[in-house]
C-alpha cells in the first residue's frame, strides 16, 4: 500500500510533457516483483572514446558532465559521460592494452556493452533474478566516494550486454563513484538549441534466429516485464521486414526493450548483416525523443549526422495519405525530411532513422516524436525495409 501510495505521488510529480513524450502509463509498482524506476545509462565502447564522446557533444548537442581516466588513476580505460535532458551515455574505451574494453571492441565493434536501470532496491532485484535463472555478472555491493554510497550489481543479457542495476538515492556526484565532473569541451553555437532531445524512448536488442520469444520471456520472467501490444509477425516479417519483434516494458512503460529476431526472407535480413558484423546478439538502435523533430533532424544534419532517406512514393500514395491521416506536419515538410509516420488507436508518432554511426553496419539511432500513439513504428516497416535494403546494397551485403 505504501509502495502503491509512493508510485501514485512519482507518477503525479513526473513531468506531465516527459510523460507524453515517452508514452508512460499508471502501474501499481507494488505488485512488482523486480521495479525499475528509469533508465539509468546507456554504457558503450568506441574503438576511440575520447574522439566518439566529441562526436556525441559536437554531432548530437548532449553535454559532457563527467569523466573516469588515468588522470584520476582509473588505468584501464576512459569513460565520458554525456546528456541530454534526462538521456545519460557513457562512451568507453580501452587505455591499457589488456583492458577487457579492447577484446569486446575487437569481437563486437563500437556498440552497447551496458543498459544500466536505476532501481530502488539492488538487493530485491537481484535475488528475484537468481531465483528466475539469471546470471549473475556482479554481485550487490556499494562503491563511495566524497559524495556519497552508490548500490550497484550487474546481470547479464543477450549476446555480451549487461544490465547493471543502480542505486543512486544516497549519491550526489556527477555520475559514479570514480568519475569527476567534467566541463563541455565543444562550444554551443549561440543559436543553437539548448537540446536535441530529451530521453531515452526505447532501447532495442536483436537477437539470433528463434530466440526472440526466449528473451520475451526471460524479460518477463526475470524482470517483471509485461508485453506491450506492438509485434511484427510472420505477416510483416516473411514480405516487407525480414524481422520478428516484440516488445516487452517496465510496468510504467518507462523503459521499453523491443527485441528483433531475422525472419527467413527473399534476401538477406538486416538483423542477419547485424548479427554477422556484431558477432551475436546486442542492442541495434536507440530511439531518442524529442518534441520537435524537425528542429532535431536540422540540427543533426547541420552538424553532420546522416539520416536513412525514405522514397518519395512514401508521401505521394494515396492509401499512405490516408493512413497517415491529420499530423502536425505538412505531408511537404514530413517528405523533405524524410520523417515516418505511423499511426494506431492511440495516436500517432513521428520517426526518423540516422544510418549506422560506427565503421560496421550494426548501431543506429531513431529519432521520435510520439502524439499519444504507444507504438514503435510497425506500419513503416515496409517503407523502412526499402530504405535500409539500398544501404546494404550499396555496402554489397544484400
Ligand atoms: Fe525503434
Known amino acids: 500500500m505504501l509502495l502503491s501510495m509512493t508510485e501514485t505521488t512519482e507518477t503525479a510529480t513526473t513531468d506531465p510533457g516527459l510523460a507524453a513524450l515517452v508514452g508512460l502509463v499508471e502501474y501499481d509498482a507494488s505488485e512488482d516483483p ?3 524506476k528509469a533508465l539509468d545509462a546507456v554504457v558503450f565502447v568506441a574503438g576511440n572514446a575520447t574522439q566518439t564522446a566529441h562526436y556525441y557533444e559536437s554531432a548530437f548537442g548532449m553535454r559532457l558532465v563527467a569523466y573516469s581516466g588515468p588522470e584520476h588513476g582509473n588505468r584501464d580505460h576512459k569513460a565520458f559521460v554525456l546528456e541530454s535532458g534526462s538521456a545519460r551515455f557513457v562512451i568507453t574505451g580501452g ?35 537468481r531465483d528466475q535463472g539469471a546470471t549473475v555478472l556482479e554481485e ?49 553555437r549561440p543559436d543553437a538549441p539548448k537540446r536535441l532531445f ?8 536483436n537477437v539470433e534466429l528463434g530466440k526472440m520469444d526466449y528473451w520475451v520471456d526471460w524479460y518477463n520472467r526475470v524482470m517483471g516485464f509485461v508485453n506491450m501490444a506492438e509485434f511484427v509477425g510472420d505477416d510483416i516479417a516473411t514480405e516487407y521486414s525480414a524481422l520478428m519483434s516484440k516488445v516487452v516494458s517496465n510496468g510504467n512503460h518507462k523503459v521499453k526493450f523491443p527485441l528483433n529476431e531475422p525472419a527467413v526472407s527473399k534476401r538477406k535480413s538486416q538483423i542477419d548483416e547485424y548479427l554477422e558484423f556484431y558477432t551475436g546478439a546486442g542492442c541495434q538502435h536507440i530511439a531518442l525523443a524529442t518534441g520537435d523533430i524537425v528542429a532535431t533532424i536540422e540540427n543533426m544534419s547541420a552538424n553532420g549526422v546522416e539520416f536513412l532517406a525514405t522514397p518519395d ?28 509516420v505511423d499511426r494506431d488507436e492511440d495516436g500517432y508518432l513521428l520517426q526518423i532513422f540516422t544510418k549506422p554511426i560506427g565503421d560496421r553496419p550494426t548501431v543506429f539511432y531513431e ?32
Do not use: M, W
Open 198 to 205: 530529451q530521453a531515452v524512448d526505447h532501447c532495442v536488442g
Open 95 to 129: 587505455v591499457a592494452p589488456d583492458s577487457p574494453l579492447l577484446d569486446h571492441h575487437r569481437r563486437h565493434g563500437d556498440g552497447v556493452t551496458d543498459i544500466a536501470l536505476e532501481v530502488e532496491d539492488v538487493d530485491k532485484c537481484v535475488e528475484h533474478a
Open 313 to 340: 512514393s512514401y508521401y505521394d500514395d494515396a492509401e499512405l495519405r490516408d493512413r497517415i491521416g491529420q499530423v502536425r506536419l505538412p505531408i511537404g515538410e514530413l517528405k523533405r525530411h524524410g520523417i515516418l
Open 140 to 188: 550487490p555491493h556499494d562503491v563511495s566516494d566524497e559524495h556519497g554510497t552508490v548500490r550497484r550489481a550487474a546481470i547479464a543479457t543477450y549476446g555480451e550486454t549487461r544490465h547493471s542495476l543502480v542505486d543512486r538515492s544516497r549519491y550526489s556526484g556527477p555520475y559514479l563513484p570514480g568519475f569527476v565532473a567534467r566541463q563541455p569541451l565543444v562550444t554551443r
Open 34 to 36: 523486480f521495479p525499475v
Open 367 to 398: 529519432l521520435i516524436e510520439r502524439h499519444g500513439s504507444l507504438g514503435f513504428g510497425k506500419g513503416n516497416f515496409k517503407a523502412l525495409f526499402e530504405a535500409i535494403e539500398r544501404e546494404q546494397e550499396r555496402r554489397g551485403n544484400l
